[in-house]
């Protein structure tokens, strides 16, 4: 069987691919006609990467308690990677671990983190204040991470560099 890490990569792929074709043949659609079921069906495509982050990220939470024998696996990955001191790697998996934690559950202390490090995260998050991450984008959901196909490979990339530190 193939390592999670390697599945990942092909299932993200997969996914964001199909999503991909599906928005662009109701962005088409649009050019004829405006109706509410294609603006929520492009809706549909961007809650859909959400899911596919939340999912893919809290599955690997899973394996990581499993294989590493702790109640808290992503405390015990960050652990081994202050070890290894491989602190980029340690940074990135505590941003997108937070980034997760706001999709799954809203404003709260991840939130609050990620406001304080926004200017150097590699994806977006609506700010206090803000009502929008592109007002007028009619695909926009209400959620405080922008989900995009970046913050999706961002957070497979983090899957795969932490999965291959462990296994060393």
């Known amino acids: 069987?193939?390592?999670?890490?390697?599945?990942?990569?092909?299932?993200?792929?997969?996914?964001?691919?199909?999503?991909?074709?599906?928005?662009?043949?109701?962005?088409?659609?649009?050019?004829?006609?405006?109706?509410?079921?294609?603006?929520?069906?492009?809706?549909?495509?961007?809650?859909?990467?959400?899911?596919?982050?939340?999912?893919?990220?809290?599955?690997?939470?899973?394996?990581?308690?499993?294989?590493?024998?702790?109640e808290n696996g992503l405390a015990e990955a960050k652990r081994m990677l202050g070890r290894c001191s491989n602190e980029v790697l340690l940074q990135k998996l505590a941003d997108y671990q937070c980034a997760i934690n706001v999709l799954k559950h809203g404003k709260g202390r991840s939130y609050e983190y990620l406001v304080s490090r926004s200017s150097q995260l590699e994806f977006r998050i609506k700010l206090p204040g803000e009502k929008f991450f592109n007002e007028g984008d009619v695909s926009e959901v209400t959620i405080l991470v922008d989900v995009d196909d970046n913050f999706v490979l961002g957070c497979a990339r983090v899957i795969e560099n932490v999965a291959a530190i462990i296994k060393s």
């Open 1 to 70: 069987m193939h390592s999670f890490a390697e599945l990942i990569d092909r299932c993200t792929s997969y996914v964001l691919y199909q999503l991909e074709t599906t928005n662009q043949a109701i962005i088409a659609e649009l050019q004829t006609s405006a109706a509410t079921s294609q603006v929520k069906g492009l809706q549909m495509v961007r809650l859909q990467k959400a899911i596919l982050a939340v999912g893919m990220f809290s599955i690997f939470e899973a394996i990581l308690q499993d294989r590493l024998g702790s």
